[in-house]
């Protein structure tokens, strides 16, 4: 039995969050979510991933708590580490979303800056064992050598979300070379699947394709992204989460004696957008009425991740293709929605 062992996961009842925790209890931890239930998209679904993850706690007998509380209240989260002592922390509690950066930057500052400063000064001062975050593809912004590689060089966001995340990366640095705090940050590539985000495209457009609405194509078109399965993406943050960085483990490049790692965490296939709607019209037994329109503000027009350096640390290997990827998220989409 695990059960001494707790893993504090901020961003409980988002799409990754809700997963992860549910990973998490079918491995005997005892878990600790925190999430503010915030209105960026539909709070029911939130609401619902939350009521999955209590059935399957009692489901598998294992210790589940959830305070809706926001990562920028301080005061109240010092009060859950002091009460939970987590060992392992893990920060996906974020405002996500480029195109909303737009429209709300300050949203940004508050979760993602001010927040997350509150989480390292946190995990510093209450003995955290490892902090893992949620960093994003987005950081590689005008970069076009492909594969997106950690050794690239990430100083030009093309989003204000993009620079937060970026922020995040070097806030995470200095705060695991001064206080010596093993922290790894994971640049997620596009995530899909069953319980996704109503404001990414998979749930766009499949909500505009059922409506018989017609569905915007930005950059004409000319768009790839690295589709990850929910799945893939779970299992390779748990593996993360138990490897902790240690100075003998350094192999990439600048100074081993930081404890800080970062991953791009991806499928390694991107896929061109016309080909994934294809895909999902076939999914859905429905064709498309297709809007081009030029690139988005903020948008970079492909991603492509190499995973080699995360399948040398946790042997990570993406199983799930974009055929079955899709199928899957039509088939749940159709029955949760209609
Ligand atoms: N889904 C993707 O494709 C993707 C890609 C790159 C990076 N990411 C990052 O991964 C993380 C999780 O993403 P997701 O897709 O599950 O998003 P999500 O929006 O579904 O989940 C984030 C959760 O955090 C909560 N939250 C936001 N701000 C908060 C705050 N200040 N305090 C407490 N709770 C707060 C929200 O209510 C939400 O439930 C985020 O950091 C996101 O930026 C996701």
Redesign the pocket.
Known sequence: MKDNKVVLI?????????FLVRKFLGSGYKVIG?????S??D?NL?LK?LKNIKEYSIVKNSSWSFYK?????KTNMQKIFLDTKPQIVV???????VRYSIVNPY?YV???L??FSNVLELCQSNDVKHLV??????VYGSNNEYPFSEEHKVDTPLSF?AAT?ISNEMMANAYSNIYKLPITG???????GPW??P??APMIFADKILHKKSITVFNHGNMSRDF?YISD?VDGTYLCCLKVPKTSDAYQSGDPSILHRIFNIGNGNPVKLLDFIELLEDALSLKATKIFENIQPGDVASTYASTQNLEKWVGYQPSININDGVQKFAKWYLDFYQ
Do not use: C
């Open positions: 901020t961003g409980a009842a988002g799409f990754i969050g809700s925190i999430d503010d239930i915030n960026y998209y709070k939130k991933r509380i926001s990562i920028e209240d920060n996906l509690a974020a405002q996500a979303g949203s508050k979760s993602n001010l927040g975050y949620a960093s994003s593809s987005s979300y995340k994971l640049r997620f590539f596009t995530v899909y996704g985000r404001d990414m990850t993406i």
